[in-house]
């Protein structure tokens, strides 16, 4: 059977349900709603009702996320798992995670209605703590759910010095059952997450949807040039170790690497310390970061590799100091061949193309994927804004999501993924 779908139909529904959780927040001026806060139980007990509404079984876990259960093919079915986050960043966009668990619902309430029976079941998850706002965690929710929470996280506390072992406890939960959060990789089919695009690309491209072929990883670093302060009216300019313009010259050599790249790897000098910061004097010293993301892990080393070089270059030209510290390092992860292909053909059904494209940002999917397979959906946002408050897709486009899902769902009969096409990453 075809399910029938109401395409404007659902969209409203979403564009509801979205101004409802967007109206839940620690300011009355601006929509903030982070981890185990008083505004994240609000917005959970709102998603606890719509799942109850549409006909799920509603638990929570030991992390605070919300799960809705459907199992129309009994207890023991495996499960297709389908969500995304209401945590948000300070002054956040509406979008940004609650639409992910917004289309889910809806789209298990339009399949209940009628009278759709997959030969598995669907778990709706709503995580609590993707965008790590609050403690300098982050993922935590989705790592319970996919058995890979670390406990030394625990003991990591937020700008008023509370543990999250202490805000878990204040939330009514208990700690020690976060290992019960955990699903049996046995029992699951694979994780499929709808979520806004946070880029420009498919607003340029015309499509409303869009295929995410990987999450990129990415490297951080911090560098260290050290030169010489000295006066700036009596140093000639030959004679000058200047830190900042040897700094500057790296930064450029960044975005040459970046753009010389075929994986479309995006590179960001976002923060830059100048010592002594003094409108007369030669800067002595100057730290900066760089951000540098890539749905290739390979050509992301070769771009670190190939800045240290030029990076030295430049210092011993200029006869500088410099040293380069790597402080962050997160692995690229491929969705899923076989996931891509089923959701670009559920989007084909609707008579859109789905361009394929990877996802700059993080997603839960990074932590889920240490379970199963997953798989997401890109949904065009206006001007390609997010963790902002001007951020904003169409309820048009979001109920092309919801239908796309559907879709998704009834083709997807066999509850068993072709591994032959899950591919090496990207
Ligand atoms: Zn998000």
Redesign the pocket.
């Known amino acids: 059977m075809k399910i029938p779908l109401d395409i404007a139909a659902l969209g409203a529904r979403a564009a509801a349900m979205i101004d409802e959780l967007g109206a839940i927040s620690a300011s009355p001026d601006h929509l903030t709603r982070l981890f185990l806060t008083p505004e994240h139980r609000r917005a959970a007990d709102i998603v606890a009702r719509w799942m109850a509404e549409a006909g799920l079984a509603v638990s929570e876990d030991a992390m605070g996320t919300v799960r809705g259960h459907w199992h129309p093919a009994g207890r023991d079915a495996p499960r297709l798992l389908i969500g995304?986050?209401i945590d948000t960043v300070v002054n956040a966009g509406k979008y940004?995670?609650p639409m992910?668990v917004i289309l889910g619902i809806l789209a298990v309430q339009e399949m209940v209605r009628a009278g759709f029976r997959p030969p598995y079941g669907i778990d709706v998850l709503a995580f609590g703590d993707?965008?790590g706002t609050r403690f300098p965690t982050t993922l935590s929710a989705s790592s319970a759910v996919a058995g890979v929470f670390p406990p030394a996280s625990l003991a990591a506390v937020d700008a008023e010095g509370i543990s999250l072992r202490d805000a878990l406890v204040a939330y009514g939960k208990n700690p020690d059952e976060i290992p019960a959060a955990a699903y049996d990789p046995g029992k699951v089919i694979a994780y499929v997450e709808a979520?806004?695009e946070?880029g420009p690309v498919l607003e340029a491209e015309g499509e409303p949807l869009g295929v995410v072929t990987a999450i990129a990883g990415a490297s951080r670093l911090s560098v260290t040039v050290t030169g010489e302060a000295g006066h700036a009216g009596t140093v000639p300019m030959r004679m000058r170790r200047d830190a900042l313009l040897g700094a500057s010259e790296m930064a450029l050599a960044v975005e040459r690497i970046a753009k010389a790249d075929p994986h479309g790897m995006v590179a960001t000098v976002g923060r830059m310390h100048v010592e002594p910061g003094s409108i007369n004097v030669i800067p002595s010293r100057v730290v900066f970061t760089i951000d540098l993301r890539s749905s290739s892990d390979m050509s992301r080393r070769e771009a670190l590799t190939r800045f240290e070089r030029e990076a030295h270059r430049i210092a011993d030209q200029r006869h500088l100091g410099v040293v380069i510290s790597a402080f962050h390092e997160v692995a690229t992860v491929p969705c899923y061949r076989d996931l891509q292909l089923r959701l670009r053909n559920a989007v084909a059904d609707l008579g859109h193309r789905a361009p394929s494209l990877p996802s700059g940002?993080g997603?839960d999917g990074q932590a889920m994927s240490k379970l199963c397979p997953i798989g997401m959906l890109f949904v065009r946002c206006r001007n390609g804004v997010s963790h902002n408050p001007a951020e904003y897709t169409s309820p048009d486009d979001m109920g092309l999501a919801a239908a796309a899902l559907i879709r998704f769902i009834e083709r997807f009969q066999l509850p068993q993924l072709d591994s032959s096409t899950s591919g090496a990453p990207t």
């Open positions: 995304s986050h940004d995670g992910g993707e965008e979520h806004i946070q940002a997603h």
